[in-house]
Every structure is written in structure tokens, then in C-alpha cells.
């Protein structure tokens, strides 16, 4: 699978043939990891690792969705169009959603009002980006072009939750040009990766981009005593009694700052040298990092204007 690509966008002939440079649209894909625990009284402790999809690709980056919310960005996060020396970064350039109105109702989609608001607003960028992609592209029909992991805490006190938001696409070959590809974006499919279901095992669950990335899962290290944690579980007793309550599919009662140390020993040892990125998050606090970004994240566009000033904020609150 191809996942890297440059697409024309526009195919105006022979006449336009020198032109072509100067049409071409160019999506850099983010490639990599989205791990998260949740942890003893809701906190969750959440890493991102780089994995590039090529030379020169993208890393995952976080964008502030809204209050409660964070998303980080895997696939075609951003775009550049030769003629443009500045880049279209979906974290920057997404218009962050201010306060839920309590009386919208469920969307058919099966996502809650405010994870659809995400859903469509990302949506709504995207298309006049993927309707410039006049070239085929070589990418399975079941793998998203984008996809967003979303972080945060659903309304009403229903606590933590995770999901994933991917976008896919079609493409359908018009006019008599064999490389002439009509190609359309589609409505993201949503994903609950947690809470899981009644009764179900609460674990630490996990994210990936391209879905073929080559290691196995932080649970699956666990579950198979994985060297390198069995050298955490035996150089730490906190450490031990975290992954014993995860082992039993009791993530949720792991003491939150013994999951993060452990959290924080463990990525250096699967990232490598790839770049990867640490925080937690709590209902009231908001967001703290642990291992911040390499690229600080940006305060994205909003409109709060209603959004009471006792809501939770995911920037860092100064300690009193």
C-alpha cells in the first residue's frame, strides 16, 4: 500500500503540461502510534510515537478540539500546494468547537452531538483539499486517508473516552482520460475504543496508523511479558502493580502517577529514536504534558464566547 502520494491537481491537456508543478497538490502523511491508559479516578495518561511513513514525513500532532477534547492527527494531516510556501495544517486550521448545546440530540451515525460536530467541521476542510486529487491513488478501500484518535471526557459526568474518526475515499474515473480520477471524501466512520462494552476487560488501548505498522501493541508486550517490560516489572514494584491490574483488565484502577513513570520508561524503549510524546489529562485540570511535542501545539481558532468561565480548559492551569 501506498500511502505517501502526489496527485495533479488538474490534468488540462498537453497545452497545460508545463503547468503542471504549479497544480500539484501534495498531502504529507503522519504515521504512528496513539497509546492510551486510563487510570484510577479518571485520569488518562495518553502517548503518541512517531513511526514516518517515508522520508520527510509529518509526526502526529495534537489539536485542541474543545474544552474537553483533544485529537491527534494521523494520514493526511497537511497539505501544500506549490504555490503556497505555507502549509494547510488540519491542527492549526481546524475551527476549534466552543460550548455543546445541551439540546442536540444523537446523530444516526451512532457519534455523540459533539464528537459529530468534530467529525463534520474536519470533514468540511477536507473536501476542497481532496477534490484537487485528480490521479488514482493506491490505497486500500478500507484505509483511511485521514483519521483523528479523539481524547477527552464526554458530557453529562459519563467520563473518559476514546474513539477514532477516520476518513476514507472514493474515486470514480471520469471523461475519457484514463488518469483522470473524480475523487471524493466521505463521512468519517467513528470508533468507541473506550469505555469498552459492559462486563469487558478495561485495558490500555491503542491507535495506529497505517494499520500495518510493524511492532506489537503495549498489551500485547504485557500479556506476553515482553522483555522489555519484564525488565520495568522487575526494576520497579510500583511498576509491577500496575501491569498486574492491567494484566487482569483492571487498567482503571492503576494509581495514575505510577502509570505515567511507567508510561515514561517504557516509550524510550519502543520509540527507539523516534520522536514520541507524553501527557495526561483529568476533568478538572485539563492537559499537562510530560514529554511535550517537539512543536509546541498551537491554540487553534474558536469562538467561546457563551463557554462559561468555570469549564475545564485543556491548557495547563498555573499551580496556586
Known amino acids: 500500500m501506498v500511502l505517501a502520494f502526489v496527485v495533479a491537481a488538474s490534468c488540462r491537456g498537453a497545452a497545460a503540461q508545463s503547468q503542471d508543478t504549479e497544480n500539484e497538490i501534495i498531502a504529507n502523511l503522519a504515521g504512528g502510534r496513539v497509546i492510551v491508559h486510563v487510570t484510577k479516578d479518571d485520569v488518562i495518561v495518553f502517548a503518541a510515537i512517531d513511526h514516518p511513513v517515508e522520508t520527510g514525513s509529518v509526526p502526529p500532532r495534537v489539536a485542541e478540539l474543545d474544552s474537553m477534547h483533544i485529537g491527534v492527527l494521523l494520514g493526511a494531516s497537511e497539505w501544500r500546494l506549490p504555490a503556497d510556501p505555507k502549509p494547510i495544517r488540519l491542527d492549526r486550521d481546524y475551527q476549534r468547537i466552543g460550548r455543546r448545546d445541551p439540546k442536540n440530540q444523537s446523530d444516526p451515525t451512532g457519534a455523540e452531538p459533539d464528537l459529530e460536530t468534530f467529525g463534520v467541521s474536519f470533514l468540511e476542510t477536507l473536501r476542497p483539499l481532496t477534490s484537487q486529487l485528480h490521479h488514482k491513488i493506491d490505497i486500500a478501500s478500507d484505509e483511511p486517508l485521514f483519521e483523528i484518535v479523539v481524547i477527552g471526557f464526554a458530557p453529562n459526568h459519563y467520563g473518559p473516552e476514546v474513539w477514532t474518526v477516520e476518513y476514507r475515499i472514493q474515486q470514480e474515473q471520469v471523461g475519457v482520460r484514463a488518469e483522470y480520477w473524480q475523487t471524493r471524501i466521505l463521512r468519517p466512520r467513528f470508533t468507541q475504543l473506550y469505555p469498552p462494552e459492559k462486563h469487558a476487560p478495561r485495558t490500555i488501548v491503542e491507535a495506529r496508523y497505517p494499520s500495518d505498522v510493524k511492532a506489537p501493541t503495549v498489551m500485547e508486550m504485557i500479556q506476553g511479558n515482553d522483555p522489555r517490560v519484564a525488565q520495568l516489572r522487575n526494576g520497579e514494584p510500583r511498576f509491577g502493580k500496575v501491569l498486574e491490574v492491567v494484566d487482569r483488565g483492571q487498567a482503571q484502577k492503576a494509581v495514575s502517577v505510577d502509570a505515567e513513570d511507567f508510561m515514561r520508561a517504557l516509550l524510550p524503549l519502543i ?50
Open 271 to 320: 520509540a527507539g529514536k523516534a520522536m514520541f510524546m507524553l501527557g495526561k489529562m483529568d476533568d478538572e485540570h485539563g492537559l499537562d504534558w510530560i514529554v511535550p511535542p517537539e512543536e509546541p501545539v498551537e491554540k487553534t481558532k474558536k469562538d467561546d464566547k457563551d463557554r462559561p468561565p468555570e469549564a475545564p480548559s485543556l491548557r495547563k492551569r498555573p499551580q496556586r
